[in-house]
């Protein structure tokens, strides 16, 4: 699990009033302090977003539980995209299997045909 910045009632405020003290998703649903919200990175960390105070967005829980699911997909086809131009990862490259090689065929008694 990665370290996630904690962040001070201060900068929850400070957010909060950035967005007009509306949801950050754009559905325009009220946030308040004390309400039922969410902080989320607008980039996600998986994606290269950072943990500046810019990047975070407050969001009503159902409105966050959908763009999860979205950054989900995002990160997902990152990674696949990633693995076709071998820009893997660190720590997630896995090892082709190494095989003894084609030796040629033999017939039903045992004799080398080919190769």
Known sequence: MVNRRKLSRAEKMAIMARQGWLC?????GPVWPGAH???DHVL??????????DNF???IRHCH?????EDITRIAKAERQARRTGKQKPGRNK???KGR???GWRG??????GK
């Open 44 to 53: 996600a960390r998986a994606l290269g977003g950072v943990e500046a105070l």
């Open 95 to 97: 090892r082709a299997l």
């Open 57 to 59: 967005d407050c969001l």
């Open 24 to 28: 950050g998703c754009g559905c325009d």
């Open 37 to 39: 919200v969410e902080y």
């Open 108 to 113: 039903f008694d045992g004799t080398r045909r």
């Open 65 to 69: 539980r959908l763009k999860t699911g």
């Open 101 to 103: 090689g084609f030796e």
